[in-house]
C-alpha cells in the first residue's frame, strides 16, 4: 500500500498543477522551497511506483505525472480536490455542469455541447467552456485558465479535469 507525506503530497500536487512545464528536480525544489535532495528522494520513489516518469532531454532529466497509470490517475484527482473548499458556492445551482474549479474570483464550469449554463452568483465571474474549448485554451496556454489549475479548488468533477490534464499533457 502506497502512502505519501505531506512533502511527497506537494510534489505530486505540484506535478499535476504545472503540466504545462518542462520540470527538473531544481525547478521543483525552488518552487516549492524544499531541498533538491528531498526532491530527488521523492521523485525516486514516486517514479519506483510508477506515479511519475522521468524523461531525459538533452542534459536535463524532466519529470511529469504518468498518466498511463491508475494509481498516478487517481492520485491527480485527490490532488485537485485536496484544496477542497467549495467558496460559499451553492452547488445545486451548478448541477448542469460536468465539472467546476474556482479561484479567487474565478468559476471555470465545465459543459457539454448541448448545455447552456445560466448561472449568476454574486462577486464571482463564471467562465463556462466545453471540454475542446478548455483543451484548446490549455494548449495556448491562456494564462486565466492555467492560473485557475493552478491554484483552483476542484468543486467537482475531478475526473473530468484529470482526463483533459491527460490530453494536454502529452502536447507539452
Not at 479567487?104 to 465571474?125: C, F, H
Not at 475542446?132 to 468543486?155: M, S, T, Y
Amino acid at each position: 500500500m502506497l502512502s505519501l507525506s505531506d512533502n511527497e503530497f506537494s510534489v505530486l500536487n505540484f506535478l499535476v498543477r504545472n503540466f504545462t512545464e518542462k520540470l527538473t528536480i531544481r525547478n521543483i525544489a525552488q518552487r516549492l522551497k524544499f531541498s533538491p535532495a528531498g526532491v530527488f528522494n521523492i521523485l525516486k520513489k514516486l517514479e519506483k511506483n510508477h506515479i511519475v516518469v522521468g524523461e531525459k532531454l538533452g542534459t536535463g532529466l524532466f519529470y511529469s505525472i504518468n498518466f498511463e497509470s491508475r494509481i498516478a490517475g487517481h492520485l491527480a484527482a485527490i490532488v485537485l480536490l485536496y484544496s477542497g473548499e467549495n467558496h460559499g458556492i451553492d452547488m445545486g445551482k451548478l448541477k448542469q455542469a460536468n465539472a467546476a474549479i474556482a479561484y479567487k474570483k474565478d468559476l471555470l464550469l465545465l459543459i457539454d455541447n448541448v448545455t447552456t449554463i445560466d448561472v449568476q452568483i454574486s462577486d464571482l465571474k463564471i467562465i463556462a467552456k466545453t471540454e475542446d474549448e478548455l483543451i484548446e485554451l490549455l494548449r495556448r496556454k491562456d494564462p486565466e485558465v492555467l492560473e485557475l489549475l493552478k491554484n483552483g479548488a476542484v468543486l467537482f468533477g475531478e475526473d473530468k479535469f484529470v482526463q483533459i490534464i491527460k490530453k494536454c499533457a502529452a502536447r507539452f
